[in-house]
């Protein structure tokens, strides 16, 4: 079973990620042990924009904007899969639902929620006013939509590339988790 997990900028998906990870006793792999990993397996110099969140650097003079698409399109799979691999684990981000969605037994999860609240978890998170918190939610939003679009040419958020979305402004993080667990038991997941 594998979880893909995208999320806004200040929702939660952090703490519902481990949370989940935990409760299903299967690691959790977010941006930061990813590129450890990748780092420890000596692949990360061959995918550096990806593991950074940022479009990728391969689009030079001598290969065709068709070549360009099909390498950047490929990255997130190869990346992911070199690193993580196909076992039971949480994804955060990373074009998760999307490296794994030919990928049996993979569900793949948005979170969205209120903008309000969402700047008010950054501004306690970080201890930041609600102006910085406001231009960080916004530059967030704005890269991961980005960066999706890179990798993936789908839009970012879009339910259609998901199984399951979630207000996350609705719930509490345990609830959530228990949305999902209500979610994979459905589905005959778990």
């Known amino acids: 079973m594998i979880i893909t997990i995208a999320r806004e900028c200040g ?9 989940l990870a935990e409760k299903l006793q299967i690691p959790f792999y977010d941006k930061e042990k990813i590129k450890e990993l ?13 593991y950074e ?29 070199e690193v993580v691999g196909e076992d039971s684990c949480v994804i955060m981000g990373r074009c998760g639902n999307y490296a794994y969605k030919e990928t049996t037994g993979t569900v793949r999860i948005f979170l969205s929620g ?14 930041v006013s609600r102006q910085d918190a406001e231009e960080t939610l916004d530059k967030t939003d704005r890269r ?16 259609g590339n998901y199984d399951l979305c979630i207000n996350d402004s609705v719930f ?8 999902i667990l209500d979610y994979l038991n459905r589905c005959g997941i778990l």
């Open 172 to 179: 509490s993080i345990e609830e959530a988790v228990e949305v």
């Open 114 to 127: 209120d903008k309000d609240k969402r700047v008010a978890h950054l501004m306690e998170k970080h201890r």
């Open 38 to 50: 990748a780092r420890k397996r000596g692949v990360y110099e061959k995918y550096p924009s990806f």
């Open 53 to 81: 969140e940022k479009e990728g650097n391969i689009f030079l003079s001598v290969i065709d904007e068709e070549e360009q698409l099909g390498i950047a399109r490929k990255t997130p799979e190869k990346a992911l899969k």
């Open 144 to 159: 991961r939509k980005e960066y999706h679009r890179f990798y993936t040419g789908q839009e970012w958020g879009y339910a």
């Open 11 to 19: 929702c939660f998906g952090d703490e519902i990620g481990m949370q």
